[in-house]
């Protein structure tokens, strides 16, 4: 008896199956490609200003920073208006005030979050901890040197210093490296941790040899933008340090210039041609600095993370 139903090969979908699969009503597609060109025009939208930013920014800051006295001396015995005079004095305090709160806000920002996402299991602490964390995310850069003012100089009697400014840069780098790295925690797979585990290996050893490892890009990263952010503020260095055209290497002597300081003093110095060269100058200079440590991470990062 013969049999009058068809075999279809498995390997060749049905003409059912096509149409399901493959047919897209013309509603769908509209819908689809302007959601497309929304997404350029947004992404367009966004480069505008940053590239009008940086294209100011090295157009006009370009020119002071490309002679080797910019980079090797200070603005000492050199009056604002004038000509003349480099930035050493401030990138020199811009390292020393940005190093102080490194030092201190990686390690206690990574280890705050190893806590939180390997040790906490949602207690109190953890609870406590992270409202904590949220609510130093949003604080100003303002109200954390006035913290500092206020307890550093007024209560304990210190002296306006590079230091008071590093102490307020921890404020604001802490939290952003708490975050962060939080997150990037989070991300690694759990199967990583059960495996290491069902191997014998201890926790912190997974921890250091598994998880920080497979998640150092994405922290690298978000070190580099916090001490992006900090590097960059104005509101700690006009609060608790003085102004000073000499170069000074202690964060405990005194006035301590620094990139935005100098910004600040050259706002104020008028509008001359040369002032205006050095205000730009140093921008450009505090932007120089940070793409350089941006990459430098970027090569530590694929030099020490996991290889996928």
């Known amino acids: 008896m013969t049999s009058n139903v068809n075999t279809v090969s498995p390997d060749t979908p049905s003409l059912g199956r096509q149409s399901a699969f493959t047919h897209i009503s013309r509603s769908r597609k509209t819908t689809n490609s302007v ?28 020119e002071p920073i490309l002679t080797a006295e910019w980079w090797t001396t200070s603005q000492r015995g050199v009056l604002y208006h ?6 050493l004095h401030a990138i020199i305090g811009t390292f020393v005030q940005t190093l102080i709160a490194s030092v201190v806000s990686i390690p206690v920002g990574i280890f705050t979050a190893i806590y939180l996402v390997e040790y906490s299991r949602g207690g109190r602490l953890a609870r406590t901890t992270t409202f904590m964390v949220d609510i130093l995310s949003g604080v100003p850069s303002i109200v954390a040197a006035l913290f500092i003012y206020a307890a550093w100089i007024t209560m304990f009697g210190f002296n306006r210093s590079g230091f008071a400014v590093a102490l307020s840069l921890i404020l604001l780098m802490v939290p952003v490296v708490i975050k962060n790295t939080e997150e990037m925690l989070r991300v690694v797979p759990a199967d990583l941790r059960e495996a290491s585990y069902a191997l014998g290996v201890p926790k912190w ?44 290497w202690s964060p ?57």
């Open 205 to 248: 050893k997974t921890i250091y040899k598994i998880v920080l490892p497979t998640a150092m890009s994405g922290i690298v990263t978000g070190i580099m933008l916090a001490i992006a952010r900090v590097m960059g503020e104005s509101a700690p260095v006009l609060i608790l340090v003085g102004s000073t055209q000499t170069i000074s």
């Open 82 to 87: 004038l000509a003349g005079g480099g930035a």
């Open 252 to 308: 405990l002597g005194g006035p301590q210039s620094s990139l935005p300081l100098m910004m600040l003093d050259m706002y104020k110095a008028g509008t001359s041609a040369a002032v205006l060269d050095k205000l730009w100058g140093a921008a450009l200079t505090l932007v120089l600095i940070i793409a350089l440590l941006n990459i430098g991470a970027r090569i530590i990062s694929a030099r020490f993370s996991v290889k996928q």
């Open 35 to 62: 959601a497309t060109v929304a997404v350029y025009v947004a992404m367009l939208i966004a480069l505008i200003p940053l590239v009008w930013v940086l294209w100011s920014v090295i157009s006009r800051g370009l």
